[in-house]
């Protein structure tokens, strides 16, 4: 059975079969669909189809609209080189190699059987270490970054962490849709992040010629491999015009092309099982015109069942993606950033695999580009797992988010303040996630289900080691979710938590300095971690299950902890009932209603010392309820105690 839908196989036969019979498809085609009705994948294919059988169309109108269609796509692709050709000039007057990519590409090295094949954009690629380069020039010329790509928050782990970014004019976003222009990759592949794939790109790369200019291209078979892969991921509109880049790559180079090759860089770089699913779709959708002894996988190419599941799900709805075919894609990924371990089996390397998730590292790279380090003089370094920087903050990708701190020796408590917000949807279990460093396993957060305010998280660090002079740390999401699923935007990630801060630094506030105020502008609000609704003239609600507080320091011997209770909902007779923790040891219980007296001060004795320099205040509420659920107002929150200062006695 065809994988794609009957209409798309008749408008790929349209364009590449011989005229005659390309006619027959294409007059199929006319009884089965509109013209007006075609977008994405099937309109890049109509000025291919009008070059094939453009005069032989019968009917006049139609036949028009199409010789329209490929003006229009040829006074584009212009456009594109043009464009493309000038970034060039740019960059090559920085000294900073560029290969012209995809599309653009195929058009140079193809002529014209390539010539109204539809350029969307131009497509780049510069040396990994130029990168920083490359994308500054670009910002220089006044291109603009793509949506969820903040420019100015870009940071040195951002460049491994991503494999391109896409640019628009000068006028995004004064005008409503961000259309790329260009896409400057330092990786030609989003699924490999081994090094040495681009250095052999560019090694293998011949030359073109632009407007009576030289370019480097790379080669016909990466060029294939590069179409194969990019266009078998799953995308809302099927993609299936890939398999028009490739058959004509097979008509026009014939024995030229070197399928040994082809499939030797597919199988050292794990794609052999994406690129056997890729030729067996296109021959079952078209006749493939070479013999298929020649395009099957080689023998000896040994594929295994993981390998295969990955290339099957990448083309699935990232909405329908079960946990297990999320792992396989993440096991594939860490596996592509090595060479030593793509190029193995994957059954030989499982346990490397394991150990990599277990204990991700730095990558050396980080510490060999001197010129990268300076440029962006980090403290924080994404590893795996996160999207790009957005304005306020970036999110976790996967079920395994890691990261690397750079770090002071001589800090005797360690530690992090993580600002985020979890994904949430209606039905989506309360996020938690545990948090490892250095493979060692530190703390377990949680998000409380409901809470639509930002969470803040301390994060105890173990101490470095003489040697060392950064941490790795790793979150392991336990319910990451994709809005798609449930309706909220198209967005098709898999999403855990938006990391809108992580900071080393933090205001000095003990207990001991004087009472802390919860009251609307108070400067002791930073202390608030989670649970909070906002401040009020008197002081503050919380919010849900659970809310926290943190101050530096001890609580003195012989001294309690005063927790001054202004109110607390309860309405209809109901009572407000819970616990109160101080780092993590239970300290007190209360039950109060609305004939309590308010406002009180609820007492507690802190624990022994714990060993540490910060002082977690925790309140757990086991009856929230909002004024909405109780025909009181509009106010959705589920209300707890309101609390209007914290004080030792």
Request: with cysteine; glycine share 6%; charged share 25%.
């Amino acid at each position: 059975m065809p994988r794609i839908a009957e209409p798309q196989r008749l408008l790929l036969l349209a364009a590449l079969e011989a005229p005659d019979v390309a006619l027959e498809h294409f007059l199929a085609w006319r009884k089965l669909a509109e013209l007006n009705d075609v977008t994405g994948p099937e309109l890049r294919l109509l000025p291919l189809i009008y070059q094939n059988i453009g005069p032989r169309i019968p009917d006049v109108p139609l036949r028009q609209r199409l010789r329209g269609i490929a003006r229009h796509a040829w006074l584009q692709n212009r456009t594109r080189l043009d464009l493309c050709l000038s970034i060039i000039d740019c960059l090559s007057a920085r000294h900073i190699p560029v290969l012209l990519m995809k599309g653009t590409a195929i058009i140079l090295l193809l002529g014209d059987a390539g010539e109204l094949r539809t350029m969307a954009d131009c497509d780049l690629l510069v040396p990994e270490e130029r990168a920083p380069e490359a994308f500054a020039t670009l910002l220089d010329l006044g291109f603009r970054c793509e949506p969820g790509f903040a420019a100015d928050r870009a940071s040195l782990g951002d460049f491994r962490l991503r494999h391109a970014v896409a640019f628009a004019g000068r006028n995004w976003p004064q005008t409503r849709h961000f259309v790329s222009l260009v896409d400057l990759h330092w990786r030609p592949l989003a699924e490999i992040r081994a090094e040495e794939f681009a250095r052999e790109i560019f090694d293998r790369s011949v030359p073109a010629g632009l407007a009576g200019r030289p370019v480097q291209v790379p080669s016909i078979e990466d060029l294939f491999l590069q179409s194969v892969v990019h266009g078998t991921k799953w995308a809302a509109n099927k993609r299936f015009d890939w398999m028009a880049d490739c058959l004509v790559v097979m008509q026009r180079v014939g024995t030229q092309f070197d399928w040994a090759r082809l499939w030797e860089t597919a199988e050292r770089f794990g794609l052999a099982a994406i690129l056997n699913e890729a030729l067996e779709s296109l021959a079952e959708t078209v006749a493939v015109p070479i013999a298929p002894a020649v395009w099957r996988p080689p023998a000896g190419c040994r594929i295994s069942s993981v390998e295969h599941r990955e290339a099957r799900v990448r083309q699935e709805d990232p909405s329908t993606r079960s946990r297990a075919d999320w792992l396989a894609l993440e096991l594939h990924r860490v596996r592509r950033e090595e060479l030593q371990l793509s190029a193995s089996r994957f059954e030989t390397v499982l346990p490397a695999l394991r150990d990599r998730i277990r204990v991700p590292r730095l990558p050396p790279s980080f510490y060999r580009i001197e010129a990268w380090r300076e440029r962006f003089p980090d403290t924080f370094w994404f590893l795996s797992g996160w999207s790009g920087p957005e304005a306020e903050g970036r999110w976790t990708e996967c079920s395994l988010a890691s990261l690397a701190v750079r770090m002071r020796c001589s800090e005797k408590y360690p530690r992090l303040l993580l600002s985020s917000l979890p994904f949430m949807a209606p039905g989506h279990p309360a996020q938690r996630a545990d948090f490892y460093a250095d493979g060692r396993f530190m703390a377990r957060l949680d998000w409380p289900l409901g809470s639509a305010l930002p969470h803040r998280h301390i994060l105890d660090l173990p101490p470095l080691g003489r040697e060392q002079d950064h941490v790795v740390l790793q979150f392991r999401i336990a319910h990451p979710g994709v809005p798609a699923r449930y309706g909220i935007n198209t967005d098709d990630r898999w999403l855990g938590f938006f990391l809108i801060e992580l900071s080393r630094e933090w205001r000095q506030r003990r207990l001991t300095d004087g009472p802390i105020a919860l009251e609307s502008g108070s400067a002791d609000l930073d202390l608030l971690l989670h649970g909070w609704g906002a401040a009020e003239r008197t002081g503050c609600w919380t919010t849900g299950r659970s809310a926290a507080l943190r101050w530096d320091g001890d609580i003195p011997r012989g001294t309690r902890v005063a927790v001054t209770i202004a109110a607390c909902f309860a309405p209809n007779h109901r009572q407000t009932t819970g616990r109160v923790f101080i780092n993590n040891r239970l300290v007190g219980r209360f039950r109060l209603g609305s004939n309590s007296s308010m406002p009180t001060d609820l007492l507690m004795r802190p624990p022994p010392r714990q060993g540490s320099d910060v002082t977690v205040l925790r309140f757990e509420i086991d009856n929230p309820i909002s004024p909405a659920a109780c025909g009181l107002s509009d106010d959705a929150r589920d209300l707890g105690l309101f609390i209007s200062k914290i004080s030792v006695v």
